[in-house]
């Protein structure tokens, strides 16, 4: 009987405890944040987006993000700032080619050189040139002019003093135009080596193409027409002795600096 009464406690204290035993889960423990988890995970917060989203690394997460700034390229302002400052002194040196529109049966096509000296204040570029040429006259000029003295060439030395307006773009090719007044020096060297410097007033226009090949150094071509008028006896017994008309080709480089 007593050992009967000693199994029915030991059955009544032992099924308790397994019962508690299934119902405990066992220890839980909390991740207060170990620091594993990646800075840059941005965690659902019902807005509709994926789970998995992340920040930029540049960028932390509530941080202002300025959006890069690009020109425009047709703002004006713009296209300036992006231009190079441009050297503002210019030396030409070119080689001409004069040819009389008048008197054209006596005196033929020559050859010339010139100077040019320019500062350019944007597009317009005050300017001075100093040059020489010779136009080579024909048998019939020496021989019946009597002011040639039996010269064969028709010399000249000659100043102007003007403006050039220069288009600029965003190319190498400016094109320009120049205009100004002109001192023409003339002579004919006679068979004694005694000669005369003769006086005519006149002005210049021209066209041409400036190819800047550098910052420092471009080509240029271009033609000028040039009127002489009639204030001495340069051009005496001529066909047409009153005023002159030229034109002058010419072809050479300039130095920017």
Do not use: C
């Not at 990646?38 to 998995?52: L, S």
Request: charged share 20%.
């Amino acid at each position: 009987m007593r050992s009967k009464l000693s199994l029915t406690l030991l059955f009544a204290l032992v099924l308790p405890s397994l019962a508690f035993a299934q119902d405990d889960p066992g220890q839980v423990f909390v991740d207060e944040g170990s620091g594993d988890q990646d800075p840059n995970y941005i965690e659902d917060d019902n807005t509709g987006y994926e789970d998995d989203q992340y920040v930029d690394d540049g960028a932390q997460q509530g941080e202002y993000v300025e959006e890069p700034v690009y020109a425009d390229p047709n703002d004006p302002n713009a296209q300036q700032q992006q231009q190079p400052e441009r050297l503002g002194r210019q030396l030409s040196l070119a080689l001409d080619v004069p040819i009389f529109l008048t008197n054209t049966s006596l005196v033929r096509p020559g050859v010339g050189a010139h100077l040019r000296f320019g500062y350019e204040f944007g597009m317009v570029v005050p300017q001075v040139k100093i040059g020489i040429s010779t136009n080579f006259l024909s048998d019939e000029a020496s021989r019946r002019i009597p002011i040639t003295d039996g010269a064969t060439n028709l010399n000249a030395i000659w100043a102007s003093v003007g403006i050039r307006l220069q288009i600029l773009n965003r190319t190498r090719f400016v094109p320009v135009i120049d205009a100004g007044l002109r001192l023409q020096f003339w002579n004919y060297p006679s068979s004694a080596y005694t000669s005369e410097y003769l006086f005519e007033p006149g002005v210049t226009v021209g066209a041409g193409l400036a190819i800047e090949v550098t910052a420092r150094f471009g080509l240029e071509v271009g033609l000028d027409m040039v009127v002489a008028f009639p204030v001495s006896d340069a051009f005496a017994d001529y066909d047409n002795d009153g005023t002159q008309f030229f034109l002058m080709p010419h072809l050479g480089g300039t130095i920017y600096f």
